[in-house]
C-alpha cells in the first residue's frame, strides 16, 4: 500500500478528510488536479454562512496553511484522478499529470515522480470531487441559444455588468453570491429559471436589481444592435413575453463529475455515501444535489475519512442496539 487514505479532490471536503485522518494516526495522500487547494473557494468573495470565515480566498489560504502544518498528509497538487478501481482488499486510484497546471509536491519527504497512468494504492480512498458547472444542454427548459457560447456567471467580470442588463439563464446560487459580495453593481438581472427551481430564488428576490421571471420554455435567439440579446419566454402562466439584454449569462446549477470506475451514481448523476463500495467514502457537493455547502463539505469529509478509520480497525460506525428512551442513561458505546 502507498498509504493509508487515499483523498481525491482539494476543496474543503478533501481537506476536512485529510486533517481528520491525521488526527486519528491515519496517513493520506490528497490528489487535486488543480494548481492549488481549495480553487472553488478562492472565487467566493463574501461567505455568511461558515462559522469564523467571511470570505472564501481567506478560507482557502487557512485551510492550505492548516495542510501545510498535516505532517501525515501528502498533498499532490496537478494530479487528476482518471480511475478509482475497489477490490475486497484495497482501491486503487489511476492518476494523470494535469497538463495545464505544473505538478506540485506539498510534503516533508517527496514522493517518487508519477509516470502518467502511474497507480496509487490504499486500504481506502475518500473521493470529494465536487460538482461542475452545467451547460445549456442539460436544462430541458433552455431552447435553442443559438450557437452561442455563453459564459457562467459566477466567472464574470463585475465591471463588465455593471450599468449592463444581463439576462441570467438559471437561478443557481451564485447570483446570490454576485448580488452580496457587489452591492454597488448597477446592473439588472432578469433572471430566468424553471418553476422547480422557485426555492432557489428566495436569497435574490428581495435585491430590487432582480427581476425574476419562472418559464416553461425560453429561446435565445440572434440579437439586434439595441438589445444584443432577445429571448422568447413561454412564463409558467403562459404567457409569451420577448426579454431582451445587453449580455446572456448561464446560472444552471452544476452536477458532479467523478472519475470513473468504482464511485456509485444514483439516477440524477450524484454519488451518495450509503450506496457505495464499503472502501469507497464520497464527502462534499458529489453527494448530493441538496447539501452544497462548505460547511457540510467540511463535515462530510471529516465523517469519511472516520469511517475510513473506523473501517480499518473492524468497528462498526453505527453502534447498533435498541434507542435509548428520551433522557434516558447513555448507551454501554463511548465517543472516540
Ligand atoms: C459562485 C459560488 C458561490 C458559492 N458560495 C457559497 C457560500 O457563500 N457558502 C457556502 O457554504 N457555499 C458556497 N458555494 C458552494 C461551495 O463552494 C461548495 O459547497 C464547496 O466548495 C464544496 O466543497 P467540495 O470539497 O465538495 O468541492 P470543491 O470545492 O468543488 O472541491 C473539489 C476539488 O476536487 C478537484 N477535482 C475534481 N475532479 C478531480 C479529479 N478527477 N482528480 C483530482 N481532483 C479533482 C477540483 O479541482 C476541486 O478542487 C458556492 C459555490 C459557488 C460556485
Redesign the pocket.
Known sequence: MDTDLLI????????AAAVMAASVGLRSVL????GA?????R??P?????LTATN?PDLAAAIEADLAQCDLCRVELG????LIDAFDDRVEVT?EPVESVEPVETVEAAGPDRAPGSRLTAPYVVV????GPLGPEGAGWLGRVDGRALPQL?EADPAAIDDRTVLVLGAD??L???ARAHPELKARFVVVYPPEDTYKTEEIRRDPRVELVAVRRLELGPGSASAPVIAEAETVGGERRTLTADLAVLNLG?AP???AGAVATDRSGYCPPGSQHPRVFT????RSARF??????MGS?GEAALGAYYASRGLPTETGGPPTEVGGPPGPTGGG
Do not use: K, M
Request: overall charge positive; proline content about 7%; charged content about 15%.
Open positions: 481525491v479532490g482539494g476543496g474543503p471536503a478533501g481537506c490528489i487535486e488536479s488543480g487547494l481549495c480553487g472553488a473557494l472565487r467566493i463574501v461567505v455568511r454562512n461558515v472564501g494530479r487528476r484522478a482518471t492518476i470529494a470531487t465536487g460538482v459566477w446560487r451564485p446570490g453570491t454576485v452544476s463529475a467523478p472519475p464527502a462534499g457537493d458529489l452544497q455547502r462548505i460547511a457540510t463539505a469529509g
